[in-house]
């Protein structure tokens, strides 16, 4: 059983920056995989970025690539997103969640239904 913590989310202006962690309780965090997603108002929760259970791999969608990175720190059992060049169309809940499936390609990693956890989500907006 995973039971999953995110915070820092905020209110930021375009162009900004945010860091969102996810702290994760149970011995098994170094074996999961984690993802992160994001949920705006009105539409479907989509797939932002993913990492490796050891961190060797990352995925991002097209519209966060090159501008938000997801790391892990295992010791710590926590997994962030650190979001930089912040638009306002990144307003969202944002949520993470951890599979015990590994070795995932990006388009597995990508797929919500593969995840066995999911946190209550940090709500992050972004003004113009």
């Known amino acids: 059983q995973v039971q999953l913590v995110e915070s820092g989310g905020g209110l930021v202006q375009a162009g900004g920056s945010l860091r969102l962690s996810c702290a994760a309780s149970g011995s098994t965090f170094s074996w999961v995989t984690m993802g992160w997603f994001r949920q705006a108002p009105g539409r479907e929760r989509e797939f932002v970025g993913s990492?490796?259970?050891?961190?060797?791999?990352?995925y991002y969608a097209d519209s966060v690539k090159g501008r938000f990175t997801i790391s892990r720190d295992n010791a710590k059992n926590t997994v962030y997103l650190q979001m930089n060049s912040l638009k306002p169309e990144d307003t969202a809940a944002y949520y993470c969640?951890?599979?015990?499936?590994?070795?995932?390609?990006?388009?597995?990693?990508?797929?919500?239904?593969?995840?066995?956890?999911w946190g209550q989500g940090t709500q992050v907006t972004v003004s113009s």
């Open positions: 990492i490796w259970w050891n961190g060797d791999h990352t």
């Open positions: 969640a951890a599979t015990t499936l590994r070795f995932m390609s990006g388009i597995d990693t990508g797929r919500s239904s593969n995840y066995d956890y």
